[in-house]
């Protein structure tokens, strides 16, 4: 493994490009006030309909965020572009542009249970309190005029995973994903039809599935990395595959993503459920799974692929959301079998 890393570092690829989102999550504060945020493209919703913005560039004065945010109190609205996480000394926090006014520190960031972290190649921070500043108040005040005026304070949380390209950094050209979500769903759901699987989504002997990695970046020192997958596949219970599953029960995943980070990893991907009459999980960005890589290093192969094997994963909030609805009857699994999920491999090619 020695050589293998250090081969990876002596053929590094330059000009790669930084990676990440970072979430923010708002709290009733703008309900009440009757201010609805919504995100602008390229900018998605997460778990939870959170707007979710990616990481287009970090450096030391922050991290910069692709898309923005588009807030709408009755006939008005104000759209907040530019938008910077900024992690200079013990005051972070986020600035953006609002289209009637410059670029200002709109909001304070205050860390929660766990500390901000920042280094050489991440910055992160989980559940950090997300405060509306002095200045975001009057700007928002003054463009949306709400029912409500909003004070300084507390309007919810941010969550930033953004990771810094470093000079040993590689991009992957090609390989595969191979997973299942669940056995439990598919011995029972598959049973009654075979699985719907789009853009080169395969399966293997075992019924896991198998993506097609489309890109991503492997740094072998800092043990970090990005694959990006296509296609997507469903799992599910009394649907046709042509169906347009108005009934049933079923789990789609697609665009699934796997972030690699020294022992811990995570699983996202655009996701949607549904169980009979229940109301459906709606289409969203969300972290399915989490990922231990305590002892598990990657392979190389003779013609330099790279293999992290069975790689255990565990359900995480996002994959929770998708079979709260589930309930236990004859043929069908329990909440429980569903947190059981496959482990993972992932095959790559470094480019």
Known sequence: MAAASAGLAASAAPALADDGSATLAFDASLLRARIAVAPTAPATRGDGGAPRLPVRAVDDGGVALD??????????????????????????????????????????IRPGASAPERSATATRVSGASLRLTATGARVLNRALKPRRALRPGTVG???????????????????????????????????????????????????AFVLPVTGGTWDAP???????????????????????????IWVKLE???????????????????????????????????TLDLTGVAPAAGPDGTLTWSAIPATIAAGGEELVASFRESPGRPSLGDVRALDPVTISVRPG
């Open 255 to 289: 665009d699934v993503r796997v972030t690699l980070d020294g022992d811990r990893g995570t699983i996202t991907a655009r996701s949607d459920s549904g169980y009979h009459g229940v109301a459906p999980a709606p289409v969203a960005e969300r972290t399915i799974a």
């Open 157 to 207: 949380t941010i969550d930033v995973d953004a990771r810094r390209t470093t000079a040993t950094a590689r991009p992957l050209a090609g390989g595969t994903v191979t997973w299942g979500y669940s056995p439990a769903l598919r011995q029972a759901f598959q049973a009654t039809f075979g699985a719907l699987m789009t853009g080169g989504v395969t399966q293997d002997s075992a019924g």
């Open 67 to 108: 898309g923005g945010l588009r807030l709408r109190s009755g006939r008005r609205t104000l759209t907040l572009s530019r938008v910077q996480v900024t992690t200079a000394g013990a005051a972070w926090g986020v600035r953006a542009r609002a289209s009637r006014g410059g670029t200002q520190t709109l909001f304070a």
């Open 222 to 248: 800092s043990r970090r990395g990005v694959v990006t997958t296509t296609g997507s596949f469903r799992a599910g219970y009394q649907v046709a595959p042509s169906d347009g599953v108005a009934h049933g």
